[in-house]
């Protein structure tokens, strides 16, 4: 009970799977889902059992309502506690609107906003608890919501419409509800990831990465272990800090 909790949406590859990493490595029990890859699940409960690291990995469909209510329901019943929600999991597409058929355009606004949307309102009763431990300062957060979104949310994509709609989606959630939730001393923000070395960019060639890296005035693709790091700091923010959408690109916008 006294032992923090973190949730972790889209864990088994890239940024979730390095929040997993990062989190346990500061102390948190970790919680976390995917939908499709098993096998990287199991890999990643591996290590935070050799990390010592009290944890629950569910695989599911955050899609629609019935997972994620239940998959925060399982994670407070089994760590009696949750502190930290951050909304990860997502899915990309390259393609041109007047070619994006309605599953298309369904599945990315589905995986890109409407999950988080499921899961923070599944979230937030057990957030509020916190507001009675003793163990949190006043000036601290009783309870932090994070969502990965991306720059293409806060300027558009060409080719890249409906991901670029729901990551604005994304941001406008979380501004709205950090002043819904700023009262009960719960921080909502959102980092705005840039180009970040995932799978979800391995579409490109060797010579359009590097096209890509030199666009960028870092130079570089950041590191998803860089993005973990980011996010922890801001769970360690006063919690005056709220309704920010933080761009993480290297400069790129």
Not at 47 to 69: D, V
């Amino acid at each position: 009970m006294s032992q923090k909790t973190v949730l972790i949406t889209g864990v088994s590859r890239g940024i979730g799977r390095a929040c997993a990493l990062a989190f346990a490595k500061a102390g948190y029990a970790v919680a976390g889902c995917c939908h499709t890859n098993k096998e990287c699940l199991d890999s990643l409960g591996a290590e935070l059992t050799a990390l010592g690291t009290p944890h629950l990995l569910l695989q599911g469909e955050l899609q629609n309502s019935a997972f994620p209510t239940g998959l925060v329901a399982k994670t407070v019943e089994r760590f009696g506690r949750l502190d930290v929600l951050i909304n990860n999991a997502g899915v990309s597409m390259i393609r041109m609107l007047t070619d994006t058929d309605d599953s298309q355009w369904e599945h990315v606004m589905a995986s890109n906003l409407s999950s988080a949307f499921y899961c923070s309102r599944a979230a937030i009763p057990h957030l509020l608890k916190n507001r009675d431990r003793e163990d949190i300062p006043s000036h601290a957060p009783c309870g932090v919501i994070l969502n990965v979104s991306s720059v293409w949310g806060c300027s558009g994509a060409s080719c890249e419409a409906a991901y670029s709609a729901s990551k604005a989606g994304l941001n406008g959630l979380t501004e709205a509800l950090a002043k819904e939730l700023a009262p009960s001393r719960i921080a909502v923000n959102a980092l705005a990831c840039g180009v970040i070395d995932t799978d979800m960019n391995r579409c490109f060639s060797e010579e359009e990465r590097d096209a890509l890296a030199d666009e960028i005035p870092a130079g570089r693709f950041a590191a998803p272990e860089e993005v973990a790091e980011a996010l922890l700091l801001l769970t360690r923010m006063p919690a005056y800090l709220t309704g920010q959408v933080i761009r993480f690109d290297g400069g790129f916008l």
